[in-house]
């Protein structure tokens, strides 16, 4: 697929993977679980963080921010008589798409009513003996103005989507678009 998309002049490039080439096997099991310990994700960077020195707090579900003088001074967390003022000199508020504007919001900050997701569409194709499933999924992409191409295999239309009951898991080649 990758030298098919080249002759197509659609310009496939490598995926960038959090994932230890060496320890690797190309199961293509990433998303169930990796036994060979080859993914790794941002919470390495938390570990090397707290390695250093940095107090981790968990179960500490922000509330706000404190706000002085325009700048964040620290974080609320907890409430009533159990919330607690944690003073910074910096925050970075990422608690993702639906907690980071709940907290700008009740730190005073503007945050609009609208959430943006993307649509995914897998085209699916019929080739014997593909065996994507044991393949690293998503390894390179195509890069077009507002989507992206890159090999996926779709396995739930493989059991819920009617058309593909019939065909073998392992007949099956599918490209992801988003
Ligand atoms: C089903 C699904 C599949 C996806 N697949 C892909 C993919 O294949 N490739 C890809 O690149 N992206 C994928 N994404 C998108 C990707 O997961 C997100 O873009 C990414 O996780 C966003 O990272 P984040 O750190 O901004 O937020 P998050 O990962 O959402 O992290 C926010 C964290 O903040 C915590 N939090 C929330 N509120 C508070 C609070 N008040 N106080 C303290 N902590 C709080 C949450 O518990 C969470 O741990 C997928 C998303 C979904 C839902």
Request: charged share 20%; hydrophobic share 40%; proline share 6%.
């Amino acid at each position: 697929m990758f030298e098919s998309t080249q002759e197509l002049g659609l310009e496939p490039h490598l995926t960038p993977k959090s994932v230890d080439s060496l320890k690797c096997i190309s199961c293509g099991l990433c998303e169930v679980g990796c036994s060979p310990g080859a993914r790794w994700d941002s919470t390495r960077f938390v570990d090397d963080a707290v390695n250093k020195g940095a107090v981790l707090k968990t179960r500490s579900p922000v509330k706000k921010v404190i706000i002085e003088k325009e700048r964040g001074r620290g974080v609320m967390v907890g409430s009533g008589s159990a919330s607690k003022v944690y003073e910074a000199d910096v925050v970075v508020l990422a608690a993702g798409g639906i907690g980071t504007p709940q907290i700008l919001k009740a730190s005073g900050l503007p945050a609009e009513d609208r959430l943006w997701v993307n649509i995914v569409l897998t085209l699916g194709g019929v080739l014997e003996g593909a065996n994507q499933l044991n393949e690293p999924p998503m390894a390179w992409y195509t890069k077009e103005e507002d989507y992206i191409l890159s090999p996926y295999i779709d396995i739930l239309s493989h059991f819920l989507h009617e058309p593909w009951k019939n065909v073998s898991i392992q007949d099956q080649l599918d490209l992801w678009s988003n």
